[in-house]
């Protein structure tokens, strides 16, 4: 899907000098190269990232996953359903109340712990964006200065032949 993104980006830029030539194959492979390139700054910071987590970053991170899925939702639902099936007095529904309010506590710190770790490598992505764009902006310049260059020789080349011609 980011290739596709990458691509239209790159197609876009290009729509805007209608002189040249716009070859798809060549922007799909150079967003396909762009897009290899980030996904692997990507998974090295990954993996530097899960090497800095502690057993407790972890845990938060799997309980996170765990209490936003479908299989919590039913184990949740079960287990309720079979505590008001099993006893239904006054003081078993405060125990459920004040059992639910304890989990819900630390449940919620954990997935706290969870976002704030998912957010910190969000940022570090987008500085990675941030940096790939900046470096690849100064090559684009770059390359235009050479064939701004490469151009001007060519005309003082040509107004050379036309002297001596």
Known sequence: MRTL???ELLLRELEQYP??????????RVAKMVNEYQGKIKAY?????EKKASRLDRFADRVAIFGGSWWFVA???????IWLIMDSGRTS????????????AFQAALIQLSQNRQAAK??????LDI?????AEQE????????????NRLTDLEKKLEEDG
């Open 75 to 81: 184990i949740l639902a079960l287990v309720l359903m």
């Open 19 to 28: 002189r040249k030539k716009i070859n798809k194959d060549d922007v799909h």
């Open 93 to 104: 529904m405060f125990m459920l109340s004040f059992s639910l309010s304890i989990f819900t």
């Open 131 to 135: 940096a790939i764009n900046y470096k």
């Open 5 to 7: 993104d990458s691509e």
């Open 140 to 151: 684009n310049l770059e390359i235009q200065e050479m064939l701004n260059e490469i151009n």
């Open 45 to 49: 910071l990954h993996e530097q990232q």
């Open 122 to 127: 969000d940022k570090q992505e987008q500085m």
